[in-house]
C-alpha cells in the first residue's frame, strides 16, 4: 500500500503570472510549495498526523495534498482560496478546500460551514478547526490558492 | 516505484449536500469511500487484481481511483454516473468512467460501449465486464459518483 | 513517504475516439501510456532524474505524470497539447503543460515562455529544455495531448 501520511500543514498564497499555469506556479511558489510535486487528494487528515508548519520537503517529492485555487483574468475581479482542516476527538479529520470569486473572509466562511456539515454528517463531534486562506485582486492573470500537504 | 494495486472494488451513490463539495463528500460516504484520500488515476486494472467487495480501507489512507461525478445546483434534474471494469483472458483491464446528465441506464450503456471500443482498439478480447451506477434527480445540490478504488 | 521518481520522457500524441474519454484513451495509446495508471502531478522534475526515452512500464503501474490535454467535438478545429521540461545547471528542473486551441508552433512557444517565467521567478538559470508536442485536426471527437511521465 501507499504509506499514509503522518504529518501535515496549511498554506495559502496569491499571485499572478504571465499565464493561467505561471500564475498558479507562482502562488504555489509564494505558499512555499512550489517545487515539489503536489498529488491532489480528497481528502482526510490521516488519524494522529501532527500539524508540522515547520515542515521542509525535498524538492521533487511527491507530496499527497489537498487544494483548491482558481485563476482569473479579469483585472480588478477579487478573487480567494481558503482551506480547513476539521479535527475529531481521537480520530480522523476532514479537510475541505474552496476557491471562488469572493473575499477571504467569505471562503472563510464557507469552509468553515462545509467542516460543520461534515462532521454532522458523519456524527463526529468537531472539536477544532484550523484554516488558511488568501485574497488576491486580479492585475492581470491572477490566481489565489490554498492547500493543506501532508507528509511523513 | 510505487506499489501497484492488488485488489479493487466498484462503487456508486448519490447524495445532497449544502454545498458543491459536500455534495460530492455525502456521496462518496455514501458509497462507503468517503473517509480516505482518493488520488485520482487513468485508468487500467492491474494484472491479476482481485475484485474483493468487502474491502475495508483504513481511515486517512492513499487509495488511487478511477471515478467519475457530476454535480448539480438545478432542482429537478436527473444526473448519473457509471464506472465500468472490462476484463481480459489473463492480463490488465480498462476502466471507464462518466458522468452526466441522464439516466443511470443511458450512463451504464456509455460505459459498455467505452469498455468495447477500449478493447478494440487494443486488439484484445473483452471476457467480462462489472459496471456500477447511480442516477439522482437532484434537491437541492444533488452529486452522482461512481468509482472503482484500488488497493493492496 | 512516497518514493521520489528517478527517471522520465516526454510524449505528445493525438487521436480520435466515439466518445470524449476513448479519444482521450487512444492519444494516450498513441503516445505509449495507455496502459497504465497515470497520477496527475504538478510539476517538479526531482533532483538527478535522468532521461530514458526506452522506459517500459510494466501495465498497471502507478506513474506520476505531468500532462496536459484537450478534447473537441468540433469537426476542422485545430488542436494541440505540449509540455516541456527545463533543467537547472545542478538541481531540480520545472514541467510545463499546455494544450489549447491552436497550432503545435504555438503550444511550443507557449511551452517556451513558461519555462523562462518559472526559471526567472526562481532565480535559477536555465540551461536546456525538452519539448514535446502534438496538433490534431478534429474530424468527430479528438484529443491532443502531451505528458512528461516519471518512473524509477
Redesign the interface.
Known amino acids: 500500500?501507499?504509506?499514509?501520511?503522518k504529518k501535515f500543514f496549511l498554506t495559502a498564497a496569491s499571485a499572478e503570472?504571465?499565464?493561467e499555469?505561471?500564475a498558479?506556479?507562482?502562488a504555489?511558489?509564494a505558499g512555499r510549495i512550489?517545487?515539489?510535486?503536489?498529488?491532489?487528494?480528497?481528502?482526510?487528515?490521516?488519524?494522529g498526523?501532527e500539524y508540522d508548519p515547520e515542515l521542509s520537503i525535498?524538492?521533487?517529492?511527491?507530496?499527497?495534498t489537498a487544494y483548491g485555487y482558481i485563476v482569473s483574468e479579469n483585472p480588478g475581479e477579487l478573487i480567494a482560496a481558503a482551506v480547513g482542516v476539521g479535527f475529531s476527538e481521537d480520530?480522523?479529520g476532514?479537510i475541505?478546500?474552496?476557491a471562488g470569486k469572493c473575499s477571504q473572509k467569505e471562503a472563510e466562511a464557507?469552509i468553515e460551514?462545509?467542516l460543520r456539515?461534515?462532521f454532522a454528517?458523519?456524527g463526529m463531534k468537531l472539536v477544532d478547526m484550523k484554516i488558511a486562506a488568501a485574497e488576491h485582486r486580479v492585475e492581470k492573470i491572477g490566481c489565489a490558492l490554498a492547500a493543506v500537504p501532508m507528509?511523513?
Open positions: 500500500m501507499l504509506p499514509t501520511p503570472g504571465n499565464s499555469l505561471t498558479f506556479d507562482n504555489l511558489l512550489g517545487n515539489i510535486n503536489l498529488i491532489r487528494v480528497s481528502s482526510i487528515l490521516p488519524p498526523a525535498p524538492p521533487g517529492s511527491l507530496v499527497p480520530t480522523f476532514v475541505m478546500e474552496f464557507r460551514a462545509m456539515e461534515a454528517t458523519r507528509w511523513y
